[in-house]
């Protein structure tokens, strides 16, 4: 459990960042531009065969996917590299936050744009089209908690390759292209060979998208439709991939994050 000070020093840490983000307009640009842009490709590739049930829920999932990927990952990876490379990391470690808290305070307004516009669009789409009220919003909202909890270490990682923030755009995209293409926003799963569609399972966007599908329409991985109290059977699966990855890519940021410049 967070502490009353830790929690001031993320609060702390998150505003100056927010600073620097509104101050920084290409990064801004990323972070709200390329979700919004890539939603009509996302969503033109999405759910071919119709099995996914109505065009708005689509249209959440496939927001959710690029989301994390633009406005959590790619955004914070460059912020990250930035704030190495500046010192400023370096500087933070030698004062009373801890690295989670340097770490969940420079991620935050990242996050929370990340949030706001998935809220935005869930309001959107439910006055569009003709949004039934989710099968399971726990689901949903355990399907963006940890979808952001994974990516967020995932950016962290990916610093560890990334020796600058112009470097970015080579380092994470196979983090940013791989994940979507598999995830099955564009390609149905159950139409790839065996072997092929179990690695696209285990990616980290996989899951995210599977959980939204089942809190949002009830849909599981192999097309059925099952109600409330089924869809906790069914997101059994892509949960453990999840934490699995959470637990990974902590593990791997962990050890190989470095909060300096390499000399």
Avoid: H
């Avoid at 840490?13 to 927010?18: D, I, Q, V």
């Avoid at 744009?113 to 809220?119: D, E, K, R, S, T």
């Amino acid at each position: 459990m967070v502490g009353a000070g830790a929690a001031r020093r993320i609060r702390s840490l998150g505003r100056a960042e927010a600073v620097l983000l509104r101050r920084n307009v290409v990064a801004l640009l990323i972070a709200l531009g390329t979700p919004v842009s890539l939603l009509p490709l996302a969503m033109s590739a999405s759910d071919p065969d119709r099995r996914f049930a109505g065009l708005g829920a689509a249209a959440i999932t496939a927001l959710t996917a690029i989301v994390l990927l633009a406005a959590v990952y790619y955004n914070l990876v460059t912020t990250l590299v930035a704030r190495r490379e500046d010192l400023v990391l370096k500087r933070l470690r030698a004062g009373e936050a801890s690295d989670l808290e340097i770490l969940a305070g420079t991620a935050a307004p990242a996050v929370a744009v990340a949030w706001a516009q998935i809220v935005v669009a869930a309001v959107a789409t439910a006055a569009l089209f003709d949004l039934a009220a989710p099968v399971n919003p726990l689901l949903v909202v355990a399907a963006v908690g940890l979808g952001t909890v994974v990516f967020v270490l995932l950016a962290a990682l990916s610093t560890a390759v990334t020796p600058s923030v112009e470097l970015a755009q080579v380092t994470t995209m196979p983090v940013l292209l791989v994940p979507l293409v598999l995830c099955g926003l564009f390609i149905p799963l159950d139409d790839l060979a065996a072997p092929w569609e179990s690695v696209a399972r285990a990616l980290p966007l996989t899951p995210v998208v599977d959980l939204m599908r089942l809190g949002l329409t009830g849909t599981t991985t192999d097309g059925r439709v099952v109600d409330f109290a089924g869809s906790f059977g069914a997101a059994a699966v892509p949960t453990l991939v999840l934490v699995a990855w959470t637990g990974a890519a902590g593990w791997a940021a962990r050890r190989w994050f470095r909060w300096e410049p390499r000399r």
